[in-house]
């Protein structure tokens, strides 16, 4: 099985931009999260999406926003980018609403906001 | 706020040694899961250790947990420089969490040839 991807991989925009980022689940997988990594914070929840509902959000603005399409992939948005958001973002997906199942990572999108 | 904390910050060790690394956290969990991530990559999954389990292995790989102590520990034994990472420990809080994971702030390995 293919494993998570996400486009693009970098991403250079400036402040005020809007961004949108793209994940691919793995085939069968119906969870799909979001995590920011920056040097400061480290990694953290943004959104939790399954079955097209968002069920969990982290303590971000309501600048971040997301979507899930009925095929599970997803989609996170970032309106008025400012410079704090340069970050890597990964999702993640898993195969059910299990909490027990493991997550499994892309290889994240690298923002860089100027 | 990270829930996870983890100990040491950064560890550095030659080929053919053990490894160790801590991670405690302050809440009830459904599991925890432990991930590499090389310099700046995704993260890749290495082992889920449920709340009823105490200890589980994988290859090279051994984790234990103790949720009296919450507390647990990712052993890598013979460690090789393809090791070298970053190593996190996350926790999923069961519950409402659903697929939320909490990560602590990650230990720098760096295994010297």
């Known amino acids: 099985k293919a494993g998570v991807t996400q486009t693009p991989r970098y991403l250079i925009k400036t402040r005020g931009q809007q961004v949108t980022l793209s994940c691919s689940p793995i085939?069968?997988?119906?969870?799909v999260s979001w995590y920011q990594q920056t040097p400061g914070q480290g990694l953290q929840f943004l959104f939790e999406?399954?079955?097209?509902?968002?069920?969990n959000k982290g303590n971000f603005p309501g600048r971040f926003s997301g979507r899930q399409f009925s095929n599970s992939r997803s989609e996170m948005n970032v309106s008025t980018l400012e410079l704090g958001d340069s970050a890597l973002y990964l999702c993640?997906?898993?195969?059910?609403?299990?909490?027990?199942?493991?997550?499994?990572f892309g290889p994240g999108t690298r923002l860089t906001v100027l | 706020s990270q829930q996870g904390e983890e100990d040491p910050q950064a560890l550095s060790i030659q080929e053919g040694e053990n490894a160790t690394m801590n991670c405690s956290y302050k809440?009830?969990?459904?599991?925890l899961q432990w991930y590499r991530q090389n310099s700046g990559r995704g993260l890749v999954h290495l082992i889920l250790?449920?709340?009823?389990?105490r200890e589980k292995h994988s290859g090279r790989l051994r984790v234990t947990l103790d949720t009296s102590k919450k507390s647990s520990s990712l052993l890598i034994t013979a460690s090789r420089a393809a090791d070298t990472a970053s190593y996190f420990c996350?926790?999923?809080?069961?519950?409402?969490?659903?697929?939320?994971?909490?990560f602590g702030q990650g230990t720098i390995l760096t295994v010297h040839p």
């Open positions: 999406y399954f079955s097209e509902t968002q069920r």
């Open positions: 996350a926790i999923n809080a069961g519950g409402t969490s659903y697929g939320k994971l909490t």
């Open positions: 809440t009830s969990i459904n599991n």
């Open positions: 085939s069968g997988h119906r969870s």
């Open positions: 993640a997906s898993s195969v059910d609403a299990d909490s027990y199942n493991e997550q499994f």
């Open positions: 250790i449920r709340s009823n389990e």
